[in-house]
């Protein structure tokens, strides 16, 4: 896992929310507000331990609800700037529905988005591309704002957006990066984005 190795080299945290009240049904949860179920709180403060000692300079948060509540446990101390920008892919009118609703509501919709899932529309929401684009400018304009090591708590769509452009792999294939809850993505930035780890459960190398 990560060492910082050159004194330029900076490293960002993506860390996905813990486990939410909706977990276990198939329901389409972008912008929908909920918030973290029991075990999603409990994993947050064992992930808290993950964080004591490892050096962070920023934190930025998706100001939804279960990012919010991750972000304040896991760093409770810290300032914690919230920006909408973060939010999970916007899932428009299908948001909050369940998968069987909106296969029995919207069933030509439902199998083009599968056909099409990198640039399918939602209706008043947007497509994975979309949301790629929104998550590039956004991380890259908090890079460049920022100095040393930044964590950023938000969502799994956010965040497999940016993990199939950091690797190059074709948007199509986003839900082959798995993205538990309370996993850590880890990418250094130095003349460019490089990544260091994917859906982990802990840091195994730690700032000496």
């Not at 950023?152 to 074709?170: E, K, P, Q, S």
């Not at 986003?174 to 996993?183: A, E, H, L, R, V």
């Amino acid at each position: 896992m990560p060492n910082r190795k050159a004194s330029n080299q900076r490293l960002i945290y993506f860390i996905r929310h813990g486990q939410t009240k909706f977990t276990g049904e198939k329901r389409y949860v972008g912008h929908t507000d909920c918030s973290l179920s029991d075990e999603g709180i409990e994993t947050m403060k064992r992930l808290k331990n993950i964080f004591s000692d490892i050096p962070i300079n920023h934190v930025f948060c998706s100001d939804l609800l279960r990012a919010k509540q991750s972000a304040n446990i896991l760093f409770e101390n810290t300032k914690i700037h919230y920006m909408r920008e973060l939010r999970e892919i916007n899932m428009g009118t299908w948001d909050g529905l369940t998968f069987k609703n909106v296969k029995t509501i919207y069933p030509e919709m439902f199998e083009k988005r599968i056909d099409n899932i990198a640039d399918f529309i939602v209706p008043d929401g947007e497509s994975f591309k979309e949301c790629q684009t929104r998550a590039l400018s956004t991380v890259k304009d908090i890079i460049s704002k920022t100095t040393g090591n930044v964590a950023i708590v938000g969502h799994a769509g956010f965040f497999r957006t940016l993990i199939t452009y950091v690797l190059d792999i074709d948007i199509k294939y986003i839900f082959n990066i798995k993205q538990d809850y309370g996993c850590i993505n880890v990418l250094s930035v130095d003349e460019k984005f490089k990544l260091k780890g994917v859906n982990l459960k802990k840091i195994v190398e730690r700032r000496q």
